[in-house]
T-cell receptor, first 112, second 109 residues
């Protein structure tokens, strides 16, 4: 029933590992996003996809690679995890023409 | 890019009090939303309000787009209102939300 769902909710992993976070939305939205919330609670966009095509890539390291198999899914793969990648990652979706964004419940990533 | 400033940064209220949270933005916007991040980290969409006034129970919001600000009113505050309130805007053709730094609200019983 959840509109935007992310998995996993928590992820603890060692430096150097590769991990993925999955996101799915059932709202029929055509645009999906990844946002990062740092330790000071600041939220910043990382990527945006519209109908499976990348439209925003905000100076994110190449270790981060989003993949959108269809417009209802946007996954985030992170290679060679670093301590500084520890944060909460939020997936969101919207219609490109507006009407508001809906956020998932977040994935808390801790790199040790 | 567009700048979003929220004030005050922190707010402490006694249960039952009213409050006003402010969001100023530096350019015209085609989307403005208020979110509440609860203590469990969930981002709850409160209002989609690029202009005008909306009300939802004890909460209401007003955006004066021509003067580039929005206000969120909380009346008869409850402890469950505690958390961080974010204002976020979308401007121009860029399909992304730019967030303010948030207002941390603590409502004490």
């Amino acid at each position: 029933d959840t509109a935007v769902s992310q998995t996993p909710k928590y992820l603890v992993t060692q430096m150097g590992n590769d991990k993925s976070i999955k996101c799915e939305q059932n709202l029929g939205h055509d645009t999906m996003y990844w946002y990062k919330q740092d330790s000071k609670k600041f939220l910043k966009i990382m990527f945006s996809y519209n109908n499976k095509e990348l439209i925003i890539n905000e100076t994110v390291p190449n270790r981060f690679s989003p993949k959108s198999p269809d417009k209802a899914h946007l996954n985030l793969h992170i290679n060679s995890l670093e301590l500084g990648d520890s944060a909460v990652y939020f997936c969101a979706s919207s219609f490109r023409t507006g009407d508001g964004y809906t956020f998932g419940s977040g994935t808390r990533l801790t790199v040790v | 890019g567009i700048q979003v400033e929220q004030s005050p940064p922190d707010l402490i209220l006694q249960e039952g009090a009213n409050s006003t949270l402010r969001c100023n933005f530096s350019d015209s916007v085609n989307n403005l939303q208020w979110f509440h991040q609860n203590p469990w980290g969930q981002l709850i969409n409160l209002f989609y309000i690029p202009s005008g006034t909306k009300q939802n129970g004890r909460l209401s919001a007003t955006t004066v787009a021509t003067e580039r600000y929005s206000l969120l009113y909380i009346s008869s505050s409850q402890t469950t209102d505690s958390g961080v309130y974010f204002c976020a805007v979308e401007s121009g053709a860029n399909s992304k939300l730019t967030f303010g730094k948030g207002i941390t609200l603590s409502v004490r019983p």
